[in-house]
């Protein structure tokens, strides 16, 4: 192992998604797997008989076209975080001083139970850190809106596993990225395994049966698989296996963390092997050129049936897709979030029938749909051609013609680790200006009122305006949604 | 937390489908009470249903709009195939429903019910 120096850590990807079907059913019904159910059903096409039946369109077909309501979402409570998991795909670390207060959260959850949201993954940052946290998942639940939420286990202590067992409606996801202390630290940071292990521990005792144990699969874990299925055994837990995408700190490190193609093939088959008794988040789509479509809708719910809602308000397509290119718009604006997914230019977009570009001839384009759209967007590969994993290689070779050209960075970061200088920046980019060179005074604070000219006073730049005005569109020469080859599947 | 079934439901729908193997799971019969679990929420959609249970934090999707009518309809009646229909289904498609409705039971998203 080379680069990636131990930090701490984050709950991963996994904050974030949903867990794939596996129910072959009978014609009329898709039942997901257990608990924590997430947004996929099982595809098979419903076939309604019967001269008076209203013909209706395969599952998949309905989803790509959106529903009125998402079937589940993502919400990160916070970009606070006690760890820095290298591949956190929210870059979390430090609050928002923008972040939804506990009135806004509620209003949130108003809306949801309207919209007969059943259920919300709650992730972060650690949601566990805001002092709310208890008081806002009690509230969801009391109006119809079931949680499962993703911790690094820090705050799971006997008291609290004693409170989440005695509860139906709330279901809890510990991230471990390692079956041994070596492979999880290395990621997630010194002590992160012994935290999410203690907190097992806890809920194993306190007679909570069927938690998570959620798992992103890098190439320093894929060796790992039968430990991890034992730990879970151990704890009375389900293993949850997804896919690491190059998102948030993720984009940094994926070069070095993701899978190896012989690695890949590996999970693939230890999936296809499992299959009945893991969950994967309908993570590993891009993975069924190998052979049979793992379980799962093979569709991409991004801003069709999920969708992510993160600290300050903001709704993303996907949790894995923190970036202007992605946001549809903010649960604070005059419509709140139900405007934002029923009438956003971004989310009507993707739900219009998408091209699948150069991924059009190859036969295994109806499993794979051409994979992950955050993956491509942010290793800088075009969206309407392969996945950068793509089991054939084209991802790969497309990888290496890419050379040096302009990969997206997301558009937030939270990250702890950055020296005063480089905040300085990263908040000069957020609003368009370029800063002095090193060592020059910075420029003269103009807004006399004192009004914030952002909701967040606290940056260091705020209310300063300068000359040079950086072109915020100049970012990725990514045409919005022209032409993508969606991806497929429902995280959530 | 059990896992789910992988076994097809049974062809004839009047039979009783496998044991139950979910915890809280029920054996259907066409011919007797039922009703949606009060911990089940029904959220009506073009194709159908999405069908949440609270309690095992299970989702279905209720892929026609004639079985989000069944079911709806199960508590107003005697026996399930009564409430079939009610909804106007023949024989040959109350035993499809049946299998359906079979399997919600076995996830106890239906459960039985006193006929009184």
């Known amino acids: 192992?080379?680069?990636?120096?131990?930090?701490?850590?984050?709950?991963?990807?996994?904050?974030?998604?949903?867990?794939?079907?596996?129910?072959?059913?009978?014609?009329?019904?898709?039942?997901?797997?257990?608990?924590?159910?997430?947004?996929?059903?099982?595809?098979?096409?419903?076939?309604?008989?019967?001269?008076?039946?209203?013909?209706?369109?395969?599952?998949?077909?309905?989803?790509?076209?959106?529903?009125?309501?998402?079937?589940?979402?993502?919400?990160?409570?916070t970009y606070a975080c006690n760890l820095a998991c290298v591949h956190c795909l929210s870059s979390s670390g430090r609050r928002d001083p923008r972040e939804l207060s506990t009135a806004e959260c509620k209003g949130v959850i108003d809306e949801l139970q309207r919209m007969q949201v059943f259920y919300v993954n709650i992730g972060g940052g650690e949601p566990t850190v805001r002092k709310d946290f208890w008081e806002l998942v009690d509230y969801a639940t009391a109006h119809q809106v079931g949680v499962k939420f993703s911790t690094n286990g820090s705050r799971i202590d006997a008291a609290v596993a004693e409170k989440l067992a005695a509860s139906d409606y709330v279901d809890v996801q510990i991230s471990l990225d390692g079956a041994t202390a070596e492979v999880n630290d290395y990621v997630r940071g010194p002590g992160s395994y012994d935290t999410a292990m203690t907190a097992m521990g806890h809920l194993k005792d306190a007679g909570f049966s069927g938690f998570k144990l959620s798992v992103v699969c890098t190439r320093q874990n894929i060796g790992q698989l039968d430990e991890f299925k034992a730990i879970a055994d151990h704890y009375g837990a389900q293993l949850r296996l997804t896919r690491l995408r190059p998102s948030g700190r993720g984009a940094d490190t994926w070069d070095e963390l993701h899978p190896l193609p012989e690695q890949q093939?590996?999970?693939?088959?230890w999936l296809v092997a499992h299959g009945e008794d893991v969950l994967t988040g309908?993570?590993?789509?891009?993975?069924?050129?190998?052979?049979?479509?793992?379980?799962?809708?093979?569709?991409?719910?991004?801003?069709?049936?999920?969708?992510?809602?993160?600290?300050?308000?903001?709704?993303?397509?996907?949790?894995?897709?923190?970036?202007?290119?992605?946001?549809?718009?903010?649960?604070?604006?005059?419509?709140?979030?139900?405007?934002?997914?029923?009438?956003?230019?971004?989310?009507?977009?993707?739900?219009?029938?998408?091209?699948?570009?150069?991924?059009?001839?190859?036969?295994f384009f109806d499993k794979c749909r051409g994979g992950c759209m955050a993956a491509k967007f942010f290793t800088g590969l075009p969206m309407d051609g392969p996945d950068p994993e793509c089991v054939l290689g084209h991802g790969e070779e497309l990888l290496k013609q890419r050379g040096d050209a302009f990969i997206p960075k997301p558009s937030m970061d939270h990250s702890k680790n950055l020296s005063k200088r480089q905040r300085l920046e990263k908040a000069a980019a957020e609003r368009g200006i370029t800063l002095p060179p090193e060592g020059q005074p910075l420029p003269v604070r103009q807004n006399g009122a004192g009004i914030p000219d952002k909701a967040c006073d606290e940056n260091p730049l705020a209310g300063f305006g300068t000359a040079e005005v950086v072109d915020r569109g100049a970012s990725p020469s990514v045409d919005r949604l022209a032409g993508l080859g969606f991806p497929s599947r429902l995280e959530g | 937390?059990?896992?789910?079934?992988?076994?097809?439901?049974?062809?004839?729908?009047?039979?009783?489908?496998?044991?139950?193997?979910?915890?809280?799971?029920?054996?259907?019969?066409?011919?007797?009470?039922?009703?949606?679990?009060?911990?089940?929420?029904?959220?009506?959609?073009?194709?159908?249903?999405?069908?949440?249970?609270?309690?095992?934090?299970?989702?279905?999707?209720?892929?026609?709009?004639?079985?989000?009518?069944?079911?709806?309809?199960?508590?107003?009646?005697?026996?399930?195939?009564?409430?079939?229909?009610?909804?106007?289904?023949?024989?040959?498609?109350?035993?499809?429903?049946?299998?359906?409705?079979?399997t919600l039971a076995r996830t106890d998203m239906i459960v039985p019910r006193n006929p009184a």
């Open chain 2, 1 to 102: 937390m059990s896992t789910p079934t992988t076994a097809p439901a049974p062809a004839d729908a009047t039979t009783q489908a496998g044991a139950a193997d979910w915890a809280g799971g029920h054996e259907f019969s066409l011919d007797a009470a039922w009703t949606l679990n009060p911990q089940v929420a029904l959220r009506p959609e073009r194709f159908g249903a999405l069908a949440y249970h609270f309690g095992t934090r299970r989702l279905s999707f209720l892929k026609s709009p004639h079985l989000l009518t069944v079911v709806e309809r199960l508590a107003d009646h005697p026996t399930a195939r009564a409430a079939c229909l009610d909804a106007g289904l023949d024989a040959a498609q109350t035993a499809t429903f049946g299998k359906a409705l079979a």
């Open chain 1, 282 to 363: 309908d993570s590993f789509f891009h993975l069924a050129a190998y052979g049979d479509a793992l379980p799962g809708l093979n569709l991409c719910g991004a801003g069709r049936v999920v969708c992510l809602i993160d600290p300050i308000g903001d709704v993303y397509a996907c949790p894995f897709a923190i970036h202007d290119e992605f946001l549809a718009g903010n649960v604070r604006s005059e419509g709140g979030f139900q405007g934002v997914w029923q009438t956003s230019e971004l989310f009507l977009e993707l739900r219009e029938p998408q091209s699948a570009g150069a991924c059009n001839s190859c036969d």
């Open chain 1, 1 to 77: 192992m080379s680069t990636v120096l131990p930090r701490a850590g984050v709950p991963g990807p996994t904050a974030a998604s949903a867990t794939s079907t596996r129910t072959p059913m009978d014609d009329l019904l898709a039942t997901s797997a257990a608990a924590s159910a997430h947004a996929t059903g099982h595809a098979t096409t419903a076939a309604p008989t019967g001269a008076q039946m209203r013909p209706v369109g395969s599952l998949v077909d309905e989803f790509q076209s959106g529903l009125d309501a998402p079937i589940c979402l993502t919400w990160e409570l």
């Open chain 1, 265 to 269: 093939k590996e999970l693939y088959d």
